[in-house]
């Protein structure tokens, strides 16, 4: 994290050094010149014409332009020294000091009204934040220079903060918003023909591919990043692309080529003499030295990037150090140092906000405590776990609920405290009112001449007095009829908001009934296999995944299909499917090449979601495995999109393995499937499923079931009825879900011939 920010800053000082002026050549004009405005503009220029290189002369010429244009009331050039001080310590990672070099220069742009200054040194302060992982500071900052560079119509500067927000709401895990964000930064940086700010961004694209498993554009952005920074001299992106793909590797469990570009990443930042990079490559090693077992070694690279980590008081780095270091313990069987470092882990990640970092922790430190039998203090981190969870999700409506309580008891608050000291000075008042009473009366005793003058000048205090309780009383009773407004205006909100929620619920759990009915009746694979199984299993209300039957003379053909995402978005591609596969049987009396059908779907999804070519409206798509099988011949044909076919005969199980081609979504026009015929016989079991079930996160290491586990579990229930074979499924999935959330849409389907 902190190393992109330097890289930001490097290639700043690159390419201004490459417009600068000679530096001899500005030296010798500052000797020259009498002029001390002059003097200022010329240090300013010679601070960007030395460059971090020669920070010595870089700090000592802004520094004296701060002090000249001080003197002389100079802004513009004053507020330009304090963005140059603040540069040269946000590079030394000196955040605070940068802080208030940047805000002193933010003041004096706001009272002069210099929108692009404005704008331009609100990014630069988010960019400070971001760097000392304040997450929250740093968004909030680039979010008001985003809108100041759209008002003002900066393009430029538009994609480079949209590149930066893509990577804050990356580390705070909001993907679906962070991809947005890298969307408009590569659109506008094609506008522009801008390059040198694409590796970045590439980078960033990258890393939301992995979190959201999507490995190939995953792979994809990290090579063309790496070609793209070599192309245009950046060598400070590479460590990042090469890291990037060492996390590609680790995710798909190839430890040995994960370490050897962890390994590579850390030799250029060592030859570059990166602390931020040399923080992060140690972590990633001792990371995956970790995985490999490896834990001697792991502990001597992560306690190393943990020094580098506080050195750089890169908060990020330090919660990523202890959790992992936590985990280590965990592996060596000393849970009590686990649970130590977890803990600080916690602590700092709810400093920066890092909602991932902080639902890792809960749920180590929910099992660890659970291994050392600390019943309680489990089930305390599993409730947070839990909480945690359901809040990265919570919906805009519980959100606006949470707002307007938020602002009642606020206003309820204050009006609570007014009312007290309402009430406060009404006693005042009626203690002095009998004070005055007292003195009436013994004034009345002592001085009996007066007893007239005194009882008429009580008389006229007490009317005031009075006067002034019943106007303190309406006004009590004007707050009270106020916050008893107040309180049935946000009871409003609640229940409009809660019908609104119940209202969309209602409709999903309808869409869901719309959805089973166009499902094919499970009769019609009972009455052509009696021995069969159909487990559907879906996510959420509404599934992603769908199956499909159509009926011919002397042949069945079945379809598997899995749709892009899960839940609503997922529910829609169904319809689109069955709807465009109803539309082909209808076309095609006769079904007899699955190749065909998935060609056929391919080119009407593409045009139904308007996929025209490399920038695709939309990605979405769907996975689809296609057979027919022959009554009469016992011919199998098969044709698939990414979803394979198993085949169980008696001792031997075979896998048929379809194209790596999606149908819809991808950027390759005009696909052409393959298709496989083979014999099957009597007695022979097929299996056709999604991958949800291999995806199912579990077990004790908290892992995915994996493919070779589930055709291996496939593979070990030959004896059993097809029945039997559903019944175990749905128990080994549960007994290895366990605690854990369903990850995705579950269908398979079993075919005794």
Not at 237 to 266: C, M, N, W
Not at 635 to 654: C, Q, T
Request: hydrophobic share 35%; with cysteine; proline share 1%.
């Amino acid at each position: 994290m902190s190393r992109l920010i330097q890289i930001f800053l490097l290639i700043l000082i690159t390419l201004t050094n490459s417009w600068s002026d000679d530096i001899d050549d500005l030296e010798e004009r500052l000797k020259k010149t009498t002029n001390r405005k002059k003097q200022v503009e010329i240090l300013n220029t010679l601070v960007i014409s030395y460059g971090f290189n020669d920070s010595i002369n870089y700090l000592r010429c802004a520094k004296r332009a701060e002090t000249l244009a001080e003197q002389i009331e100079f802004d513009d050039g004053y507020a330009l020294s304090q963005m140059h001080i603040g540069n040269f310590y946000n590079y030394q990672y000196l955040y605070d000091t940068a802080l208030n070099h940047f805000n002193i220069a933010l003041s004096i742009y706001r009272e002069k009204v210099d929108d692009q200054k404005i704008a331009e040194t609100l990014y630069k302060i988010g960019t400070v934040f971001f760097s000392a992982s304040n997450y929250k500071a740093a968004l909030q900052y680039t979010n008001e220079a985003l809108e100041s560079f759209m008002i003002i119509g900066d393009i430029p500067n538009r994609a480079n903060t949209h590149s930066l927000i893509c990577e804050i709401e990356s580390h705070m895990g909001f993907n679906a918003r962070a991809i947005e964000h890298c969307r408009n930064a590569k659109i506008l940086y094609e506008q522009i023909g801008k390059t040198d700010g694409k590796p970045e961004l590439l980078n960033s694209m990258g890393s939301i591919y992995l979190d959201l498993q999507y490995y190939r554009r995953c792979e994809n952005s990290f090579n063309q990043a790496i070609y793209l920074a070599k192309s245009i001299n950046n060598e400070g992106s590479i460590p990042i692309s090469l890291s990037g793909l060492g996390h590609l590797y680790v995710a798909t469990q190839d430890y040995e080529e994960s370490f050897k570009y962890y390994t590579r990443a850390l030799e250029i930042d060592s030859a570059n003499n990166n602390l931020a990079g040399l923080g992060y490559s140690n972590f990633n090693i001792g990371t995956v030295l970790k995985l490999m077992g490896k834990y001697t070694d792991s502990f001597f690279y992560l306690s190393r990037s943990l020094r580098y980590s506080e050195q750089l008081y890169d908060l990020e780095l330090q919660a990523k150090g202890h959790s992992e270091i936590g985990n280590l313990y965990s592996q060596m069987g000393d849970y009590e140092k686990a649970i130590e470092h977890l803990k600080v882990s916690v602590v700092v990640a709810q400093k920066i906000g890092s909602d991932p970092i902080l639902e890792t922790c809960y749920n180590n430190l929910a099992k660890y405590y659970d291994q050392l039998n600390e019943k309680e203090n489990a089930l305390i981190y599993f409730k947070l776990y839990m909480i945690h969870k359901e809040e990265m999700y919570a919906n805009q409506s519980s959100s606006k609920i949470a707002e307007a309580e938020a602002l009642y008891n606020l206003e309820n608050k204050e009006k609570q405290i007014q009312l007290l000291r309402r009430e406060n000075q009404i006693k005042d008042l009626e203690a002095n009112e009998r004070a005055l009473m007292n003195i009436w009366l013994l004034s009345g005793l002592i001085f009996i001449l007066t007893v007239t003058m005194v009882v008429y000048r009580q008389y006229k205090i007490q009317n005031n007095t009075n006067k002034v309780l019943q106007d303190q009383k309406s006004s009590i009773n004007q707050q009270k009829d106020e916050i008893q407004t107040q309180k049935e205006s946000i009871d409003k909100i609640n229940q409009i908001l809660t019908d609104k929620n119940r209202q969309i619920t209602d409709s999903i759990e309808y869409a869901k009934k719309i959805q089973v009915s166009l499902l094919p009746d499970e009769k019609v694979l009972r009455n052509n296999f009696q021995d069969s199984f159909i487990w559907y299993l879906p996510k959420d209300i509404v599934s992603g995944d769908f199956y499909w039957f159509a009926e011919s003379e002397n042949s069945l053909c079945i379809g598997v299909i899995d749709c892009t995402g899960h839940g609503v978005p997922g529910g829609f591609m169904t319809v689109l499917g069955n709807s465009l596969l109803n539309q082909y049987a209808l076309e095609h009396k006769d079904l007899n090449s699955p190749k065909e059908i998935l060609e056929y779907m391919d080119r009407n999804v593409r045009t139904r979601l308007n996929q025209h070519g490399i920038q695709l409206s939309s990605p979405e798509g769907m996975d689809m495995s296609m057979t027919i099988i022959d009554f009469k011949s016992l011919n199998l044909k098969f044709s698939s999109a990414r979803l394979p076919l198993y085949i169980s005969h008696g001792e031997n199980f075979d896998q048929l393995v379809g194209d790596r081609l999606s149908i819809g979504g991808d950027e390759i026009l005009d696909k052409k499937f393959t298709e496989k015929s083979i014999k099957v016989k009597k007695g022979d079991v097929l299996y056709m499923s999604t991958d949800g079930f291999q995806d199912q996160f579990g077990g004790k290491d908290d892992k995915k079931f994996m493919k070779l586990h589930f055709r291996n579990l496939l593979a070990s229930m030959n004896g059993l009825s097809m029945e039997n074979q559903k019944i175990k499924l749905v128990n080994t999935f549960n007994d290895w879900k366990e605690f854990n959330l369903q990850t995705d849409d579950i269908l398979i389907l079993g075919i005794r011939i």
